[in-house]
């Protein structure tokens, strides 16, 4: 049960009439333009609009007060729904996104050697091998996100936004409706959903469910545990910086994580970088319980 299924949709159904005008639109606009400039006042705000009529733009004006807008002595300025009204419309104006080629990443696969490549239609962007099963991610992207920026530079961007999405959610910020997010490890997932699709082929994957709206992130146990304190220090003392580093270089981030208890639920992940070893295990609650940095890639002895 969330706020999505006992809900008054009276209220948002009535909050996106009150946007169906292009006065109104203009005017959330302006604000956003203005917001620096602080609160903009009335005569000030209806020459930026360009409504003549005084009453009329009053009128819109007093429409969008409360909800969108904060009426203040020195003037009008937008509130946080306001914003994200802007937001939605600026994130949204792109054509249905979408790539006619696949963009290499410069990277052979670790499988097949074939290309690694980012594909994105439908907006829809996966990173994975040209020639093989391999994959690395998959996620809906609105093409805002590749908007203005160097098309080479595609993959990178692509798993650069989703790493912060999951952090976001991670973080306990819904990303679609700034809810609280928590999150737990679940079985196997079987719902069939493209979403589901890479965390399927382990036994358990993370979920981060929205308490307010019901927004389902899903990610594997790994690729949850990028932003680790212990695996950050650990790429550090190998003088690296996995924040700087994507996703299709981190080998351990496809491998299956080993449910080493079910009951309590324990996860570990070992994460690799050369020949050197950490391996992490996790609660239900994804809360790392034990770190041995100990671990070796093979049972051959370390050599120095
Ligand atoms: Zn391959
Ligand atoms: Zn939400």
């Keep these: ?122 907006e829809r962007a996966t990173i994975g091998c040209q020639d093989c099963d391999y994959a690395v991610a998959s996620a809906g992207v609105p093409p805002g996100v590749f908007e203005d920026r160097d098309h080479a530079d595609a993959p990178v961007l692509f798993d650069r936004w989703l790493r912060t999405r999951v952090a976001g959610v991670a973080g306990g910020f819904c990303m679609a409706c700034q809810g609280p997010t928590a999150a737990s490890l679940s079985p196997a997932a079987a719902d069939g959903s493209r979403a589901a699709k890479f965390a399927e082929a382990a036994d358990v994957h993370v979920q981060y469910e929205c308490g307010r709206c019901g927004e389902i992130v899903l990610t594997t146990v790994p690729e949850a545990l990028v932003h680790e304190p212990a695996v950050v220090a650990f790429y550090h003392e190998h003088g690296l910086d996995i924040g700087a580093t994507p996703s299709w270089r981190l080998p351990w981030l496809t491998a299956t994580p080993a449910v080493v208890s079910e009951d309590p639920m324990r996860v570990s992940v070992t994460v690799t970088v050369g020949d050197d070893a950490l391996s992490l295990v996790v609660d239900e609650a994804l809360d790392v319980v034990a770190v041995d940095g100990d671990a070796t890639v093979t049972d051959a002895p370390a050599t120095d």
Aim: net charge negative; with cysteine; hydrophobic share 35%.
């Design 1 to 122: 049960m969330n706020a999505r299924d006992d809900a008054d949709w009276a209220g948002p159904g009535e909050a996106f009439a009150t946007l169906g005008n292009e006065t109104r639109v203009a005017i959330l606009r302006e604000l956003w333009v203005a917001a620096r400039e602080g609160p903009v006042p009335f005569s000030e705000l209806r020459e930026r609009v360009g409504t003549r009529d005084s009453g009329q733009f009053n009128y819109h004006l007093t429409k969008l007060c409360d909800r969108f807008v904060r009426k203040t002595d020195e003037g009008y300025t937008l509130r946080a729904a306001g914003g994200m009204v802007v937001a939605a419309v600026l994130a949204g104006q792109y054509e249905a996104g979408g790539f006619d080629e696949p963009v290499s990443t410069g990277d052979p696969c670790p499988d097949c050697g074939g290309d690694v490549v980012l594909t994105y239609a439908d």
